[in-house]
């Protein structure tokens, strides 16, 4: 436990230093792992679909707010839906617009979490996002959350319907587009309860690990993760997607680890040198619960350079000694020699 609490301190220590330059490399990488999602997902315009104008995009997304990252997101994703299709073009548009005035009027500042929902679904661990919402921030930055989700399960729809969509036709054809886009967003259920679920494990894993109990956040883990499986278990059953809990007991095991890393990283408490403290004033009596922090501060490492310099000193030294002996006992230094 004492090389991982160096470990930590040396990561914190490090990142403390050089926050100014590891900030925009985090975004950088955030921005063009999301763009290069997108085009993967749905490079249907290929003036877009190009690796160097993607690390371009990414690099001026490293330097700016988090907020302009999720604008560039939003208009490669309407660019590549109107390449495919007029109608699929302007709902992202309508459906993005909307995500994006949430976003301001409710959790301005984790923009990020839109932007790494759909990569969580890549990797086939979107369960770990609610949780790490509920033990980092407030229940509110689950919106930008569900923003990412939504916005993943409408690119999965269009591509699902990808060979009709790209059909030209006349304008009773167009409005049929529409009306089979928004039947297939609206009508779908897995998306549905993905939302509910999630909302329902921020506000449990916010709720528990607030409360003033040992271990609150490990609780806080298990409880929302036990409560995802069972949830989207019994979901999974009931519209009829058996063949997901496979992926649903790996995905939740594999969420589990990350967030026990989140919360060594943050939240790592010494519960054997837990202190409760009880004061009074003239209308209150207080009862504190204190728990210390587990830290270790890194050694520092010095260097001890060894040279002759030293040997020399003293030689010089009891030469000095040698003459001023011969002094005292009044011999002459040249009958000496």
Same mark, same amino acid.
């Given at each position: ?17 050089? @926050? ?37 995009? =990414? ?13 560039? =997101? ?86 699902? /319907? ?8 006349? @304008? ?15 009508? /779908? ?41 069972? =949830? ?26 990350? %967030? ?8 790592? %408490? ?10 009074? !004033? !003239? ?27 030293? +040997? ?9 000694? +040698? ?11 040249? !009958?000496?020699?």
């Amino acid at each position: 436990m004492t090389v991982l609490l160096e470990f930590k301190e040396g990561i914190r220590s490090f990142y403390g230093k050089y @926050e100014v330059y590891l900030l925009p490399v985090v975004k950088f990488l955030l921005a063009f792992s999301s763009f290069l999602l997108i085009n993967q997902k749905i490079g249907y315009m290929e003036r877009l679909d190009s690796v160097p104008l993607l690390l371009i995009m =990414a690099l001026v997304c490293s330097i700016l707010p988090v907020a302009f990252m999720l604008f560039a =997101a939003g208009v490669l994703l309407t660019l590549h839906c109107y390449a495919l299709s007029m109608p699929a073009g302007v709902i992202m548009l309508v459906l993005f617009a909307v995500m994006y005035l949430l976003y301001f009027r409710f959790a301005p500042g984790n923009a990020y979490y839109a932007l790494l929902a759909p990569i969580a679904y890549v990797l086939g661990i979107p369960y770990v996002m609610p949780a790490a919402n509920g033990l980092l921030h407030q229940p509110v930055s689950v919106i930008p959350t569900i923003c990412g989700v939504v916005t993943y399960y409408f690119l999965d729809g269009i591509t699902a /319907n990808e060979a009709s969509l790209s059909e030209t036709g006349e @304008e009773v054809e167009l409005l049929s587009k529409f009306q089979e886009i928004i039947k297939q967003f609206v009508g /779908n259920r897995e998306m549905y309860l993905t939302i509910a679920v999630f909302t329902v494990t921020v506000l449990v894993v916010y709720v528990i690990r607030r409360l003033s109990v040992d271990y609150a956040w490990t609780i806080a883990i298990v409880a929302g993760m036990l409560m995802q499986y069972v =949830a989207f278990f019994a979901g999974y059953l009931q519209i009829g997607m058996s063949s997901m809990t496979m992926r649903l007991t790996a995905g939740c095991g594999v969420s589990v680890v990350l %967030l026990l890393i989140i919360q060594f990283f943050f939240f790592n %408490l010494d519960y054997t040198r837990t202190e409760r403290v009880q004061f009074e !004033d !003239d209308e209150y009596y207080y009862y504190v619960k204190a728990v210390p922090k587990r830290y270790v501060p890194v050694r520092a490492k010095s260097l001890k350079k060894i040279s002759d310099n030293g +040997r020399s000193a003293r030689a010089r030294r009891d030469s000095v000694t +040698r003459e001023e002996l011969m002094e005292d006992m009044e011999i002459d230094v040249e !009958d000496e020699e």
